[in-house]
Structure formats: structure tokens, C-alpha cells
T-cell receptor
């Protein structure tokens, strides 16, 4: 059974620092990996989708890498801002019809 | 562009009452549809998924049921709510492809008293 782990569970950084969020998964046979952002009381917003054949994806200040052989993905957020404060979740798609296995998330606080 | 809507956003119901949460997707056809639950202090749990009208699969046996009466409509129901049904319910969709990106609605907060 696929298990997804996110470390750390919580992270606090001063504004301007780069954020590094880690995601690990136990089964390397994945279709894709997706990073989401969740604000308190809100739904999930998709940030980046990395297909299993890709090594990384970039969108603005966000960059996500994927190393299937080691079962790891890392989300980098450059020059963090207070508006980046949220919970970040990674999820792995392991079945052809689209079931995602989620990590528990990393709660990020960026202080001004 | 595609959008997904969920309602109601917030619901407070007594134990034993019925439940109906609705989700609709616009701007796409034949989407895969999902209901997830996020309970306090726990991760997201897949409850139901549907690959087409009338086709529902359940991931976890529970007090809930789902229906898909139309291509872009997904309904989560219960005949009698339990306290343990409280949580944040999220509807999601992706295209009918195994490499598709998953998109979520804004969620429905259910409190059962």
C-alpha cells in the first residue's frame, strides 16, 4: 500500500527565506505527483503536477522536483512571503482511474 | 475554463437527520468525480469516486452514499447522520485520463450535533 509522508509537519520562516518542503512515498510505481496548497477552512488549490516521466516542474517562485527511484519530491518556494502561509500537501496518483494518496501536510508560517 | 462548485459551504445538523451535499462541474464533459473527507487532525480520505453517470465506487464502508444523476453532478447523502460524520467534505474532479490533474471545490463543513 502506498504511504505518503511529509516532513516537517510545521515550519516557520521569516519573510524572504526560501522554503523547502519534503514529501516521500513508499511505492515508486506512480502516475504522477501533485502539490496542493490549503488555506484554513478552504479547499485545495493545485500548485504543480509532475508526471512520472518528469524530473521537475516550475511555476513562478515554485519549483517541484521528483525522484521516483528514491521515492521523494521536494517543493521549493523562493523568497517566501507572508501570503505563502498555508498548509502544503503532496499527493501521489497510484491507480489509473485517479485515486490520490495524500500526505498529512506541512503547515507553513511566514513571518513579516 | 473549468470550475467546480460545492454547496452548502457550511451545515450544522442534528444526529439522525439526513444529509445532501451537492457538487457540480462546469466547462468539461465526462469528468471523473470524487468525494473526499478531511477530519480534524487527519489527512484526506477518499470516500467515493465515479467515472460516469450512475457509476459509483465506495472506498470506505460508512454511513454515507453517493449518486451521480448527471454527467457533471455528484451528490453525497446520508439518511441518518452520526456524530462521526462531522468533517470537511471536498468534491474533486479530473479528466478521464490517468495523468490528469485533480481539482478541488471549496469544501463543505459539516458539524453533526
Amino acid at each position: 500500500k502506498q504511504e505518503v509522508t511529509q516532513i516537517p509537519a510545521a515550519l516557520s520562516v521569516p519573510e524572504g527565506e526560501n522554503l523547502v518542503l519534503n514529501c516521500s512515498f513508499t511505492d515508486s510505481a506512480i502516475y504522477n505527483l501533485q502539490w496542493f496548497r490549503q488555506d484554513p477552512g478552504k479547499g485545495l488549490t493545485s500548485l504543480l503536477l509532475i508526471q512520472s516521466s518528469q524530473r521537475e516542474q516550475t511555476s513562478g517562485r515554485l519549483n517541484a522536483s521528483l525522484d521516483k527511484s528514491s521515492g521523494r519530491s521536494t517543493l521549493y518556494i523562493a523568497a517566501s512571503q507572508p501570503g505563502d502561509s498555508a498548509t502544503y500537501l503532496c499527493a501521489v496518483k497510484t491507480d489509473s482511474w485517479g485515486k490520490l494518496q495524500f500526505g498529512a501536510g506541512t503547515q507553513v508560517v511566514v513571518t513579516p | 475554463s473549468q470550475t467546480i462548485h460545492q454547496w452548502p459551504a457550511t451545515l450544522v445538523q442534528p444526529v439522525g437527520s439526513p444529509l445532501s451535499l451537492e457538487c457540480t462541474v462546469e466547462g468539461t464533459s465526462n469528468p471523473n468525480l470524487y468525494w473526499y473527507r478531511q477530519a480534524a487532525g487527519r489527512g484526506l480520505q477518499l470516500l467515493f469516486y465515479s467515472v460516469g453517470i450512475g457509476q459509483i465506487s465506495s472506498e470506505v464502508p460508512q454511513n454515507l452514499s453517493a449518486s451521480r444523476p448527471q454527467d457533471r453532478q455528484f451528490i453525497l447523502s446520508s439518511k441518518k447522520l452520526l456524530l462521526s460524520d462531522s468533517g470537511f467534505y471536498l468534491c474533486a474532479w479530473d479528466s478521464n485520463s490517468n495523468t490528469g490533474e485533480l481539482f478541488f471545490g471549496e469544501g463543505s463543513r459539516l458539524t453533526v450535533l
